[in-house]
């Protein structure tokens, strides 16, 4: 029997009310695999160290502190990392997580130069400010060892590239004025990089909306 189909017997009343008990078939509640919790579990963990790093610091962030938070033992967290640098580069990792998809679209011609301009943005905001993308703009990858912090400044990179060729395109086009596609990637993430500093759920916009208010600006300074 698969584990879809699996059944336990219960013991029931006889409708005729003659007391005697019957047995009936029925399906069993299905548990979560084990892999499953096992993800689930290392998810949580991920999470919670992530908002710690932000909140406290890498450097005041133990392992201790984040088995405390989750509530289980610390010898129980090693079933589920290796180290604290090796928390801090998964969280950093996460905060990308389906950035490459973007990047792509950005490379779409028939869409507005300036309408790929502000979606990239308004994308890269909201990213920057979930609990991963905060752990990136806060802690960043100073912490990690050369070759996972190379991992993680590459990818960096890569969005500022993209912001780069976007202007460069808009120039060409002369759709943009010239100008240094160099500083305006640096003014924009400069702008964008200090939002998860101030922002407040309470403060009445949505990061998205930040974003797009930013652009506005910047592409109202280089429109041709």
Same mark, same amino acid.
């Given at each position: 029997m698969s584990e879809l189909e699996t059944e336990q017997i219960v013991m029931t009343k006889d409708l005729n009310g003659s007391g005697l008990l019957a047995k009936t078939r029925q399906p069993r509640k299905r548990r979560p695999s084990t892999d499953a919790r096992h993800e689930?579990?290392?998810l949580l963990i991920l999470t919670t160290a992530a908002e710690l790093f932000a909140t406290l &610091?890498?450097?005041?962030? /133990? =392992? %201790? =502190?984040? !088995?405390?938070h989750v509530g289980i033992h610390k010898a129980t967290l090693y079933h589920y990392i290796s180290n604290k640098e090796s928390i801090l580069y998964e969280c950093l990792q996460l905060s990308f997580k389906d950035l490459d998809l973007i990047i792509e679209e950005m490379k779409d011609t028939n869409i507005c130069v300036f309408d790929r301009l502000r979606k990239f943005s308004r994308l890269l905001a909201v990213a920057q400010n979930s609990v991963f993308g905060r752990c990136l703009v806060l802690v960043g !990858?100073?912490? =990690? %060892?050369i070759g /996972? &912090?190379?991992?993680?400044?590459a990818f960096q990179r890569r969005l500022d590239l993209t912001v780069r060729a976007l202007?460069? *395109? &808009?120039?060409a086009d002369c759709k943009i004025k010239p100008c240094s596609p160099g500083m305006f990637s640096a003014m924009r993430f400069g702008a964008l990089n200090w939002v998860p500093r101030w922002y407040k759920d309470d403060n009445g916009m949505q990061v998205s *909306?930040? !974003?797009d208010l930013f652009m506005d600006t910047f592409i109202d300074g280089i429109k041709a």
């Open positions: 689930d579990k290392r &610091g890498y450097e005041a962030t /133990s =392992l %201790d =502190l984040i !088995a405390e !990858a100073r912490p =990690l %060892d /996972s &912090g190379n991992k993680i400044k202007i460069e *395109e &808009g120039m *909306e930040i !974003a």
